[in-house]
């Protein structure tokens, strides 16, 4: 898979091409992602997909930006797992905010990307101040195919509702929503070894999302290994200035520093608490694990 951080100025090859944030890659942009692939082949284009970095609303307001579901890196590991050729990263700045529509679409898409065939939702919207929509796409002659919204259980699905969800510990809903469990990737690295000190060695994992979507303690998978997550700041121990993912691995006692790995959020077993003490805190833990144990022999 190609991944280009600006546009060529001439493709070597016509492209089939759905554009978007993906943030969370839900069934939503799955759909969107499966006809891609299925149209390009039938037309021998190479599928390709446009995404943002940093996510628009990050840029035109930083302060009341939604939390991140799925770094940069994610989103190209789903892209590669589907089989996309092409992915195009474009930097969401002032000069590309203010591109028109008709740029967009005549010197971009046309000529600098030889994009043939576009597969978007049905919400669809770009240019400056995203004036323009699928009608102005379909007068300009691409071919086009609409994928509608999904719903589960009657509600939409949509990025900001499994937002929602996770924030509310409503993990169920949220798998179904995104067709998998949730999951957070990152580089095992060297923590303070205070969870060893207590008792509960874990793998500190090194966070991409600045501001989650979700925080607490729950039980977890590491690979395939079994464990209890606490993502969040560790209130009870005093200066912890950012976020830490840390899994205890049930039953594990091996070393796996440096590893890149994946943590499939399964169940959330409570909030994070500020305890009194040390001791109170270690209390809490041994019902964690408790928790996390018997929900994995179910």
Sequence with gaps: MQVFRH????SN????????NFDGIHIGHQALIEKLIAESKKRKLTPAVMTFEPHPKEFFTPENAPARLTTLREKLEFFLSYGIEKVFVCAFNQKFSNISSE???GQILKEQLKAKLLIVGDDFRFGAERKAGIE????NAFELFEIPEIDVNGKRVSSTRIREGL???RIEEVNQFLGRPYTISGKVVEGDKRGRQMGF???N???KHLRPALTGVYAVKLGNRNGVANLGVRPTIAGIPKLLLEVHLLNFNEDIYGQHVQVTFLEKIRDEMKFENINILIEQIIKDVVHATRYFEK
């Design 7 to 10: 546009f060529p100025s001439s």
């Design 13 to 20: 090859t016509s492209i089939g091409l759905t554009i978007g």
């Design 103 to 105: 740029q967009f679409m």
């Design 136 to 139: 102005d796409l379909r007068k």
């Design 167 to 169: 924030k509310e510990g």
């Design 201 to 203: 060695p874990t793998a």
């Design 205 to 207: 994992i090194h966070m």
